[in-house]
């Protein structure tokens, strides 16, 4: 069976991803950072960033980048896709109904069905009908985009960012432009992901990009730059080796496992030989936090206590951010938080598959780096809802693969076919 490219609309990625980081890309200039610098108002330390020029709100800006792009890309839909993420709809608003916190914040009850359903149909989409996406092109606007994050940060220091070169966590920077569109995730995954973009002078700017990132040793985006480097190197290492058709879904099982293996190693590892104090420094007083939404959790464990608890209950933790995955066990139960765990391991399991055997699907494998890589984050931080580039990339990411058809099986399914007609 041979895929042919079809052009005649252009990959629903490229729009909603384009839309979204030209949005804010717009709203980064309208103010002094449309997100507070991610750091409640402080690009840099002791530096003030707040704003009194108008602003467009974030979750207006996702909506309508959702809705241009379902109305330009979407023009078919299977019974399963929209059976799955109708039930996926269903849980959402009905944990709001059941705790009664739907009617105390019906627009955001709304904005996060709405977004999750419809990134999703349009991954559907995009994995149905399979389009050329040009990697060089794309890791190349990003590149300037990055560029001129950095050429900012360094004009105006703690408005458009902070660049201290310090290596130290005690000065916490932030290349502000970079980061409200993911671009330090983007760039290295592509750089794996996309053959053609695999020369020497990106290689030497990747690492010259690194060496800004380390210089304020902020932990997230240092994981975002090496983590898919080494998934790579990984990778390239199982696909030089002698794996055997017969044995694809058991290497394939036997990656995912020590994936997770390593991964809970890491957590007990910490938390066995880390003092309470060096815990508490570590997880930035993230501790309490968890504890809170995991007391809520089991308190109404099947639909939830509602969304942003923290501002309903008595809590009175240093953190308010950064939840992951009980955020949604919390807020919207055990129902729905076992359907996110499920398409997410979905997802890692093709992921796995794809970067393993199937060489041609270049897009697949960057989403695929960008689940594997952010799933930790996933876990602990965010993503719990879809309100900023990272979040996004990841969602757009699990659904594209969940519904993706790799290469080597459509191959495979051809040859049999094809043994069965003989």
Request: glycine share 8%; hydrophobic share 55%; charged share 10%.
């Given at each position: 069976?041979?895929?042919?490219?079809?052009?005649s609309r252009p990959l629903g990625f490229s729009i909603l991803f384009g839309?979204?980081?030209?949005?804010?890309?717009?709203?980064?200039?309208?103010?002094?950072?449309?997100?507070?610098?991610?750091?409640?108002?402080?690009?840099?330390?002791?530096?003030?960033?707040?704003?009194?020029?108008?602003?467009?709100?974030?979750?207006?800006?996702?909506?309508?980048?959702?809705?241009?792009?379902?109305?330009?890309?979407?023009?078919?839909?299977?019974?399963?896709?929209?059976?799955?993420?109708?039930?996926?709809?269903?849980?959402?608003?009905?944990?709001?109904?059941?705790?009664?916190?739907?009617?105390?914040?019906?627009?955001?009850?709304?904005?996060?069905?709405?977004?999750?359903?419809?990134?999703?149909?349009?991954?559907?989409?995009?994995?149905?009908?399979?389009?050329?996406?040009?990697?060089?092109?794309?890791?190349?606007?990003?590149?300037?985009?990055?560029?001129?994050?950095?050429?900012?940060?360094?004009?105006?220091?703690?408005?458009?960012?902070?660049?201290?070169?310090?290596?130290?966590?005690?000065?916490?920077?932030?290349?502000?432009?970079?980061?409200?569109?993911?671009?330090?995730?983007?760039?290295?995954?592509?750089?794996?992901?996309?053959?053609?973009?695999?020369?020497?002078?990106?290689?030497?700017?990747?690492?010259?990009?690194?060496?800004?990132?380390?210089?304020?040793?902020?932990?997230?985006?240092?994981?975002?730059?090496?983590?898919?480097?080494?998934?790579?190197?990984?990778?390239?290492?199982?696909?030089?080796?002698?794996?055997?058709?017969?044995?694809?879904?058991?290497?394939?099982?036997?990656?995912?496992?020590?994936?997770?293996?390593?991964?809970?190693?890491?957590?007990?590892?910490?938390?066995?030989?880390?003092?309470?104090?060096?815990?508490?420094?570590?997880?930035?007083?993230?501790?309490?936090?968890?504890?809170?939404?995991?007391?809520?959790?089991?308190?109404?464990?099947?639909?939830?206590?509602?969304?942003?608890?923290?501002?309903?209950?008595?809590?009175?933790?240093?953190?308010?951010?950064?939840?992951?995955?009980?955020?949604?066990?919390?807020?919207?139960?055990?129902?729905?938080?076992?359907?996110q765990v499920f398409v997410v391991l979905r997802a890692l399991k093709r992921?796995?598959?794809?970067?393993?055997?199937?060489?041609?699907?270049?897009?697949?494998?960057?989403?695929?780096?960008?689940v594997i890589t952010i799933i930790p984050w996933w876990f602990f931080g965010?993503?719990?809802?879809?309100?900023?580039?990272?979040?996004?990339?990841?969602?757009?990411?699990?659904?594209?693969?969940?519904?993706?058809?790799?290469?080597?099986?459509?191959?495979?399914?051809?040859?049999?076919?094809?043994?069965?007609?003989?």
């Amino acid at each position: 069976m041979v895929l042919k490219r079809t052009i005649s609309r252009p990959l629903g990625f490229s729009i909603l991803f384009g839309l979204f980081c030209l949005a804010m890309g717009v709203n980064f200039f309208l103010t002094a950072n449309p997100y507070a610098a991610h750091h409640s108002g402080g690009a840099a330390r002791w530096m003030e960033t707040h704003s009194s020029n108008w602003a467009l709100h974030v979750g207006i800006l996702m909506t309508s980048v959702v809705i241009i792009t379902f109305i330009v890309i979407v023009r078919y839909l299977s019974l399963t896709s929209v059976s799955m993420f109708a039930v996926a709809g269903i849980l959402m608003i009905s944990s709001g109904i059941v705790s009664s916190i739907i009617w105390s914040f019906p627009l955001s009850y709304g904005f996060n069905t709405f977004c999750f359903v419809g990134i999703g149909l349009i991954a559907f989409n995009d994995a149905r009908k399979f389009r050329y996406f040009n990697g060089r092109r794309f890791i190349t606007l990003v590149l300037l985009a990055y560029i001129l994050g950095i050429i900012l940060a360094l004009v105006r220091p703690g408005i458009w960012g902070w660049i201290p070169f310090e290596f130290s966590r005690s000065f916490r920077g932030e290349v502000t432009f970079a980061s409200i569109m993911a671009l330090p995730l983007i760039l290295t995954t592509g750089l794996v992901a996309f053959k053609q973009t695999r020369t020497l002078l990106f290689v030497l700017i990747i690492a010259s990009l690194a060496i800004v990132e380390f210089s304020f040793s902020t932990r997230k985006t240092i994981w975002m730059i090496i983590f898919p480097v080494l998934v790579g190197i990984v990778f390239w290492g199982l696909n030089r080796s002698f794996i055997p058709n017969r044995k694809q879904k058991a290497i394939t099982i036997l990656v995912v496992f020590f994936y997770f293996f390593a991964f809970f190693i890491s957590i007990y590892l910490v938390v066995r030989y880390f003092s309470q104090p060096e815990l508490e420094a570590f997880l930035n007083a993230r501790l309490p936090l968890w504890q809170f939404h995991w007391q809520l959790f089991l308190e109404k464990p099947l639909f939830g206590v509602g969304i942003f608890p923290t501002q309903r209950f008595l809590y009175s933790g240093e953190a308010f951010s950064e939840i992951g995955l009980l955020a949604t066990f919390s807020g919207y139960g055990l129902l729905f938080g076992f359907f996110q765990v499920f398409v997410v391991l979905r997802a890692l399991k093709r992921s796995v598959a794809v970067l393993l055997y199937d060489s041609k699907s270049e897009l697949a494998k960057f989403c695929g780096l960008v689940v594997i890589t952010i799933i930790p984050w996933w876990f602990f931080g965010g993503c719990w809802r879809i309100i900023n580039a990272l979040d996004l990339l990841f969602w757009y990411s699990v659904f594209y693969l969940v519904f993706f058809r790799p290469l080597f099986s459509v191959q495979a399914r051809g040859n049999q076919n094809r043994m069965c007609n003989k």
